[in-house]
């Protein structure tokens, strides 16, 4: 439960802290912290427009991809304190229901009849397959280095002693963070702040999105990006008392909003033909736990 509220507290300033950090290194005053989630409840007053052509899966796509992300929230712990759901395995469960809310968000978009939206979901879902590798790798890697199968065992035994755990650790770090910034397509991947059809990615697949659905689908990147933080949190928290831990887990979160921000405002997009190949590193990076866990273990010579 603590987690839980944890994460919902962070995700409401999380997006806020990237956009003030891009406003600073603009030059710019910018909006307040708390702008977007603002703008998110306004359009939950507002009422959703439905074209002729879309579907019952268009309708029912936001409110299921936001279900999937809130129940994926539920298995992240605190250090020694396990989520709301927490069992052997449970991180296979959080992959795979965050892979069914964006399987309904890739075809709410392909239910609307839009070549654009259908261009968007298909470069989402070749970027989310690319990615899940590389989750999975690290998660292996430290399931396999503290003998732990779930979310909890593995954090609350994962002791950072020398300079291969710690290494270990920086690089999950970092697999974490570009995956938060792949997931919710941001730069280098994709630019949120783009008009251009050709070159979107997300952003193309809400467009017939208003209203209330589309402030659920803003409010579930919000959450994202705060669930994967909290597992970066996590990895440097272990078996640390409460006391600490809660201030550790909002530095954190405020570290990661303040990395994105700065790497959204110095760092271009890649070509689109490049992000599969970026992606597919990251995997080839998250190989490098494996290694460095097996030689920890005296498993490699």
């Known amino acids: 439960m603590t987690s839980l509220v944890l994460i919902l507290i962070s995700a409401l300033f999380f997006n806020g802290i990237i956009v003030r950090v891009k406003s600073f290194c603009a030059g710019r005053k910018g909006p307040g912290i708390f702008q977007p989630m603002k703008d998110v409840i306004r359009l939950f007053r507002k009422g959703c427009v439905y074209s002729e052509v879309s579907g019952p899966v268009f309708r029912m796509a936001p409110a299921i991809y936001f279900a999937s992300v809130l129940l994926a929230v539920l298995t992240v712990p605190l250090g020694h304190k396990g989520g709301m759901l927490s069992f052997s395995g449970d991180f296979i469960f959080f992959a795979y229901v965050l892979?069914?809310?964006?399987?309904?968000?890739?075809?709410g978009a392909l239910d609307t009849g839009s070549s654009f939206e259908g261009m968007g979901a298909?470069?989402?879902?070749?970027?989310?397959?690319?990615?899940?590798?590389?989750?999975?790798l690290i998660l292996g890697s430290l399931g396999l280095m503290t003998g732990n199968t779930s979310f909890q065992g593995i954090f609350a035994n994962l002791h950072l002693a020398g300079p291969i755990s710690w290494s270990l650790a920086a690089i999950a770090a970092f697999v974490f963070l570009v995956l938060a910034m792949i997931e919710n397509s941001r730069m280098p991947v994709d630019d949120p702040k783009t008009h251009l059809e050709l070159t979107m990615i997300h952003e193309v697949m809400v467009l017939d999105n208003s209203g209330l659905d589309l402030g659920l689908i803003f409010l579930t990147g919000y959450l994202k990006f705060a669930m994967y933080a909290a597992l970066i949190a996590n990895l440097f928290i272990g078996s640390?008392?409460?006391?600490?831990?809660?201030?550790?887990?909002?530095l954190?979160?405020?570290?990661?909003?303040?990395?994105?921000?700065?790497?959204?405002?110095?760092?271009?997009?890649?070509r689109m033909n490049h992000n599969p190949q970026f992606i597919f590193t990251l995997a080839c990076i998250a190989l490098l736990t494996v290694f460095g866990v097996m030689l920890m273990s005296g498993q490699l010579i």
């Open 122 to 136: 298909s470069r989402e879902a070749l970027y989310s397959m690319l990615a899940e590798p590389a989750f999975f």
């Open 240 to 250: 640390v008392p409460l006391g600490f831990a809660i201030p550790l887990f909002f």
């Open 99 to 107: 892979a069914l809310g964006k399987f309904f968000c890739i075809i």
């Open 252 to 270: 954190v979160q405020a570290a990661c909003a303040v990395i994105i921000g700065i790497n959204e405002s110095f760092t271009a997009r890649y």
